[in-house]
């Protein structure tokens, strides 16, 4: 299965950055097909990763996307899994 993974630790305090990269990245997976898309905010305060959770839930992202999983062994990581298209 193929992935795509955004690493946000070198752009951890650029919020406009930020939502950018997380465009990008939802939008390259809709368009490529892909069906699972793994951001790592990396662990810290937990404020980056609120962030993404927050970007993640916005109306028109959400209804690109089937659900997000957290991961449970390591907790600076997000799974966004995409539906599959016929």
Same mark, same amino acid.
Do not use: C, T
């Given at each position: 299965?193929?992935?795509?993974?955004?690493?946000?630790?070198?752009?951890?305090?650029? /919020? #406009?950055?930020?939502?950018?990269?997380?465009?990008? &990245?939802?939008?390259?997976?809709?368009? %490529?097909? @892909? *069906?699972?898309?793994?951001?790592?905010? /990396? #662990?810290?305060?937990?404020?980056?990763?609120?962030? &993404?959770?927050?970007?993640?839930?916005? %109306?028109? @992202? *959400?209804?690109?996307?089937?659900?997000?999983? #957290?991961?449970?062994?390591?907790?600076?990581?997000?799974?966004?899994?995409?539906?599959?298209?016929?």
């Amino acid at each position: 299965m193929a992935k795509i993974k955004l690493d946000l630790h070198d752009i951890y305090n650029k /919020g #406009k950055s930020i939502d950018l990269e997380l465009n990008r &990245v939802i939008n390259e997976a809709v368009d %490529k097909g @892909i *069906r699972l898309v793994e951001i790592i905010p /990396g #662990k810290g305060s937990g404020a980056l990763k609120k962030k &993404v959770l927050r970007f993640l839930e916005q %109306k028109d @992202i *959400r209804k690109l996307y089937h659900r997000v999983e #957290k991961d449970s062994k390591n907790w600076g990581r997000l799974f966004v899994h995409f539906k599959k298209i016929n």
